[in-house]
């Protein structure tokens, strides 16, 4: 089997990362080219690198994340409430692992979504799995799924991600449904995985927002353990713009 057809070989395989590779080989002057067992290694990584790179694009597009969010933007430091020590502990993705909760919480236009999408972002590139709901969006599926009878199915599909994100939490008003919900996606995620909320609610007045007191206990009490706690302060990034 010649060169060419070796390439195309590695092409119907579907074998795009070490076609590429190999292709990059073949460009270059016999006397630069590298031996054989080198290149197979070169053409190895190279295909790791591709799939993992499509893992991490498909992983970004179900995440559907509300704002396309990198951490080098984030600024850190006293005046925010974020120091850079306690971001870059949550960037490696410990807290997935460690099935522990981040509940950001601010006024309004401090940037707390943006975090969220950040980490968000983040955790899909080191091969986590990832899905965002604002809650209005996440109590509107809720009603669909409950008059579809598919409320256990997509109780399944949303304990399968890793990272599960909640924005906007305390904005609209629960309903008993919606408390229960929670309560049942909490317990499922329990030890298993990690949510994160962000609200405009300081984390005090959480139990009142839910109201009902047995259910407000059993909620508080599985989101709060462990957790990391991030109180976000500063200016809205929303008047800054305006002015």
């Given at each position: 089997?010649?060169?060419?057809?070796?390439?195309?070989?590695?092409?119907?395989?579907?074998?795009?990362?070490?076609?590429?590779?190999?292709?990059?080989?073949?460009?270059?002057?016999?006397?630069?080219?590298?031996?054989?067992?080198?290149?197979?290694?070169?053409?190895?990584?190279?295909?790791?690198?591709?799939?993992?790179?499509?893992?991490?694009e498909r992983y970004l597009r179900a995440?559907?994340?509300?704002?396309?969010?990198?951490?080098?933007?984030?600024?850190?430091?006293?005046?925010?409430?974020?120091?850079?020590?306690?971001?870059?502990?949550?960037?490696?993705?410990?807290?997935?692992?460690?099935?522990?909760?981040?509940?950001?919480?601010?006024?309004?236009?401090?940037?707390?979504?943006?975090?969220?999408?950040?980490?968000?972002?983040?955790?899909?590139?080191?091969?986590?799995?990832?899905?965002?709901?604002?809650?209005?969006?996440?109590?509107?599926?809720?009603?669909?799924?409950?008059?579809?009878?598919?409320?256990?199915?997509?109780?399944?599909?949303?304990?399968?991600?890793?990272?599960?994100?909640?924005?906007?939490?305390?904005?609209?008003?629960?309903?008993?449904?919606?408390?229960?919900?929670?309560?049942?996606?909490?317990?499922?995620?329990?030890?298993?995985?990690?949510?994160?909320?962000?609200?405009?609610?300081?984390?005090?007045?959480?139990?009142?927002?839910?109201?009902?007191?047995?259910?407000?206990?059993?909620?508080?009490?599985?989101?709060?353990?462990?957790?990391?706690?991030?109180?976000?302060?500063?200016?809205?990034?929303?008047?800054?713009?305006?002015?």
């Open positions: 089997m010649n060169r060419e057809q070796t390439l195309e070989q590695l092409k119907k395989m579907k074998l795009t990362g070490m076609a590429r590779r190999y292709e990059s080989e073949l460009s270059l002057p016999p006397e630069q080219r590298e031996d054989a067992h080198t290149l197979l290694a070169m053409m190895t990584q190279a295909e790791s690198e591709y799939r993992s790179g499509k893992q991490t995440s559907k994340l509300r704002y396309n969010a990198v951490p080098e933007n984030i600024r850190c430091g006293p005046e925010r409430g974020l120091s850079r020590e306690q971001f870059a502990e949550l960037l490696d993705g410990s807290y997935i692992r460690e099935s522990r909760n981040i509940l950001i919480t601010g006024a309004t236009g401090v940037g707390k979504s943006y975090v969220a999408c950040a980490l968000g972002r983040n955790a899909c590139i080191l091969g986590f799995r990832v899905i965002y709901f604002g809650m209005n969006r996440f109590l509107e599926t809720l009603s669909q799924v409950r008059i579809e009878g598919a409320y256990l199915k997509w109780l399944k599909q949303l304990n399968r991600y890793d990272l599960l994100i909640f924005d906007d939490f305390g904005l609209k008003p629960l309903t008993h449904d919606g408390r229960l919900t929670l309560l049942d996606i909490l317990e499922d995620r329990y030890n298993g995985s990690a949510t994160i909320f962000t609200s405009q609610l300081p984390l005090d007045r959480w139990y009142d927002y839910i109201s009902e007191p047995t259910l407000a206990d059993a909620i508080i009490d599985r989101l709060s353990a462990k957790a990391h706690k991030i109180e976000l302060i500063g200016e809205s990034w929303r008047n800054k713009k305006i002015k």
